[in-house]
């Protein structure tokens, strides 16, 4: 079974950074399309960010030029490097593969507040 684990998240004043890593055990996840994904509060989770094995990397709109997935192959974890964030960027993160495993991570809170 593969178990994803989310990590890096904090509280982090408007225009700071943070890295989110996400740990996988079980199987090899960077060899597949992976997402991270945010759920803010009363909202539905979308998804911000996708790599692909190839190292192609798209992302939302909203985030664009301000995050960057990345990989570690030998760790089998994937990165997201979050920088001028901002207060709409507050939520929950989460990463999963494509197909999803299930379960999901606990997910990593971030807020952005002053």
């Known amino acids: 079974q593969v178990r994803l684990v989310e990590s890096g998240g904090g509280l982090v004043q408007p225009g700071g950074s943070l890295r989110l890593t996400c740990a996988a055990s079980?199987?090899?996840?960077?060899?597949?399309?992976m997402d991270w994904y945010r759920q803010a509060p009363g909202k539905q989770r979308e998804l911000v960010a996708r790599?692909?094995?190839?190292?192609?990397?798209t992302y939302v709109e909203s985030v664009e030029g301000r995050f960057t997935v990345s990989k570690d192959d030998a760790k089998n974890t994937i990165y997201l490097q979050m920088d001028n964030l901002k207060p709409e960027d507050t939520g929950v993160y989460f990463c999963?593969?494509?197909?999803?495993?299930?379960?999901w991570g606990p997910g990593t809170q971030v807020t952005v507040s002053s």
């Open positions: 999963n593969a494509v197909p999803h495993y299930e379960p």
């Open positions: 079980g199987r090899r996840v960077t060899i597949f399309v």
């Open positions: 790599l692909h094995p190839s190292g192609e990397k």
